[in-house]
Nanobody, 115 residues
Framework: VQLVESGGGLVQAGGSLRLSCAASGSIFSITSMGWYRQAPGKQRELVATITSGGSFNYADSVKGRFTISRDNAKNTVYLQMNSLKPEDTAVYYC??????????WGQGTQVTVSS
């Protein structure tokens, strides 16, 4: 199983980025897909998740600014990030769970927001 992330980069505060994560391999049926992030010196934290049924969960710090979506046919999850703030700077990791209860992680993509 491979998760390939893309879309990270450097952006000024107030700008936008869109992250993508495509899953491939013997995944079986994906249930939950999501994004986590880890800033230097901090623990990894949840950003947003979306279930196969379309239920969302967002961290309070990103509500109203970030939008998670998924394309089940492509096994891909997206994270649209608007109104970015310097405190959003982190490595963002894609995460998926399959129906067998197995969890997979992407390699991470750096998002840097300058003030």
């Amino acid at each position: 199983v491979q998760l390939v992330e893309s879309g990270g980069g450097l952006v000024q505060a107030g700008g936008s980025l869109r992250l993508s994560c495509a899953a491939s391999g013997s995944i079986f049926s994906i249930t939950s897909m999501g994004w986590y992030r880890q800033a230097p010196g901090k623990q990894r934290e949840l950003v947003a998740t979306i279930t196969s049924g379309g239920s969302f969960n967002y961290a309070d710090s990103v509500k109203g600014r970030f939008t998670i979506s998924r394309d089940n046919a492509k096994n891909t999850v997206y994270l649209q990030m608007n109104s970015l703030k310097p405190e959003d700077t982190a490595v963002y990791y894609c995460n998926i769970w399959n129906v067998l209860g197995i969890q997979y992680w992407g390699q991470g993509t750096q998002v840097t927001v300058s003030s």
